[in-house]
């Protein structure tokens, strides 16, 4: 059985992991430069950070393939290089959860082409299924468990990549969207109707990531929660509200103890796969797995 289907049947909350990109700039990438790219020129350090997460608590790990596909790639002149850095990004995952004396999923990351579908751009729904597609085949042949389609806010472009993540392989699928502008998501889609539209694209989960702080989100996973009831929900939230300092430094609101009360509170609220996202650490995943009672 698939390694996230073996972890729910357990009906206990499920630890993710925390942000890829804060860990990265602190292991030294420079702001505006591909983590893609990281996968192959330090694929150790990208490892290290995905060792921290599951030495901290994390039972899934993302893989560093945010920006995977081509379109975002073209922006670094990479768009060649879409399967090379996506089947690398599952490798440095697959190491190090192999490695690991209990089951550690890893989840192939699916961010955003960053690119807006007709009318409102010239994005067709064909092109961003292929690209997607691209992008899982790599994924896949890396040895992800699952695809993990994240920070969407467009119901079209999770529907092009659920297709295209399809098209090549059968791995279970989890979707997530991120509510971040009045309680919707940018291109105006409310959590119930997030809810309602993914749960009929068959995914294994569903839910939040991302947005503007765990109020948010707490608020996006409750209506998903009391509109459809039994759904397996995700969370996955920023950790607090980000600061941006004199030179441009961003920094994040939620501590530790902060991102702990979170994670309590979207149990309560009907969440079972529980993770952090911008701005958060290992030192975050690891305050959340002893509140949460994770082992």
């Known amino acids: 059985m698939n390694p996230l289907l073996q972890l729910l049947q357990r009906n206990e909350p499920i630890l993710l992991d925390g942000a890829m990109g804060t860990m990265l700039m602190a292991a030294g990438l420079t702001q505006g430069d591909p983590p893609e790219e990281w996968n192959v020129l330090h694929p150790d350090r990208v490892q290290a950070i995905h060792q921290a997460y599951v030495d901290a608590g994390s039972r899934l790990i993302l893989t560093n393939s945010f920006g995977g596909t081509r379109f975002r790639l073209e922006m670094h002149n990479l768009q060649d290089r879409v399967y090379e850095l996506n089947k690398a990004a599952a490798e440095n995952a697959r190491a190090v959860a ?6 550690v999923v890893v989840a192939g990351s699916m961010g955003p082409t960053g690119q807006l579908f007709e009318p409102m751009g010239l994005l067709t729904f064909e092109e961003a299924k292929e ?7 790599g994924l896949a042949d890396g040895g992800v468990d699952v695809f993990w389609v994240e920070t969407m806010s467009d119901l079209d472009e999770v529907r092009a990549a659920v297709e295209g993540a399809r098209s090549v392989s059968d791995l279970p699928i989890v979707a997530t969207m991120s509510f971040d502008t009045h309680g919707h998501t940018m291109m105006g889609v409310s959590p119930q109707k997030a809810a309602e539209v993914l749960s009929q694209l068959d995914v294994v989960a569903l ?12 608020k996006a996973i409750a209506a998903m929660h009391e509109a459809f009831p039994d759904l397996i929900l995700v969370a996955k939230a920023n950790a607090g509200i980000p600061q941006v300092a004199r030179g441009g430094q961003v920094s994040y609101t939620g501590t530790p103890e902060v991102m702990a009360e979170y994670a309590l509170h979207v149990r309560d609220l009907g969440a079972r796969l529980i993770g952090a996202c911008c701005g958060s650490t290992p030192e975050h995943i690891r305050a959340m797995a002893e509140a949460l009672g994770v082992e």
């Open 131 to 137: 690209a997607f597609a691209e992008q899982a085949r």
């Open 98 to 103: 192999d490695a690991a004396p209990h089951t």
């Open 207 to 218: 839910g939040a990531n991302c947005g503007t702080g765990s109020d948010e989100l707490e």
